[in-house]
T-cell receptor
Framework: NAGVTQTPKFQVLKTGQSMTLQCAQD?????MYWYRQDPGMGLRLIYY???????DKGEVPNGYNVSRLNKREFSLRLESAAPSQTSVYFC???????????FGEGSWLTVV | AQTVTQSQPEMSVQEAETVTLSCTYD???????LFWYKQPPSRQMILVIR??????QNATENRFSVNFQKAAKSFSLKISDSQLGDAAMYFC?????????????????FGQGTILTVHP
């Protein structure tokens, strides 16, 4: 049981480049989330998907787009990367509104 | 907007002793969930314990327990018989009960974290 899987785990981008972070879960989660964690800080919500076919902005959505491809997959896209987007990105999922949110192992992104 | 505050940037404890990590939160909601997550150097987010606000009984998971004071909006984590493997960053998190409009659906709000060091 893989849980929540993110790829890639490490990526270095040049300013202005684009990339997509992939997330897949095999835990039958209805809702999925993308968070970012900057040094010395807690996680901040970028986007979330309450259910397949829906997406909504979180606390820090600027510079990002998301796609809920199907129930299993939720991708995060950086169209034109900026150094301020250097961070660790976490994908997460949950089955029902009251259920615990489970996290992937994180993706380290550096923009130079 | 909900906020979560962890006022202790760093804490330390001797192995086998007890330590308490503090967390306060601000909300106007009556139904919600509270969590403690552990983040070791690997950065993996590991659920330690959860508490439903409608439950008066404090949650317990083995050596981990909470002191939930709803009126004071306080949610502290007690680690008993501390072990070297407990060393990590600990985050307190708040999650509102989803409303009918779905605008608060599943949004975890995190505190700034507390770094716990365990001395042998």
């Amino acid at each position: 049981n893989a849980g929540v899987t993110q790829t890639p785990k490490f990526q270095v981008l040049k300013t202005g480049q684009s990339m997509t972070l992939q997330c897949a879960q095999d835990m039958n989660h209805n809702s999925m989330y993308w968070y970012r964690q900057d040094p010395g800080m807690g996680l901040r919500l970028i986007y979330y998907s309450a259910s397949e076919g829906t997406t909504d902005k979180g606390e820090v959505p600027n510079g990002y787009n998301v796609s809920r491809l199907n129930k299993r997959e939720f991708s995060l896209r950086l169209e034109s990367a900026a150094p301020s987007q250097t961070s660790v990105y976490f994908c997460a999922g949950a089955n029902r509104p009251g259920n615990t949110i489970y996290f992937g192992e994180g993706s380290w992104l550096t923009v130079v | 907007a909900q906020t979560v505050t962890q006022s202790q940037p760093e804490m330390s404890v001797q192995e086998a002793e007890t330590v308490t990590l503090s967390c306060t939160y601000d909300t106007s909601e009556s139904d919600y969930y509270l969590f403690w997550y552990k983040q070791p150097p690997s950065r993996q987010m590991i659920l330690v314990i959860r508490q439903e606000a409608y439950k008066q009984q404090n949650a317990t998971e083995n050596r981990f327990s909470v002191n939930f004071q709803k009126a004071a909006k306080s949610f502290s984590l007690k680690i008993s018989d501390s072990q070297l493997g407990d060393a990590a960053m600990y985050f307190c998190a708040y999650r509102p009960f989803p409303n009918a409009g779905g605008t608060s659906y599943g949004k975890l709000t995190f505190g700034q974290g507390t770094i716990l060091t365990v001395h042998p």
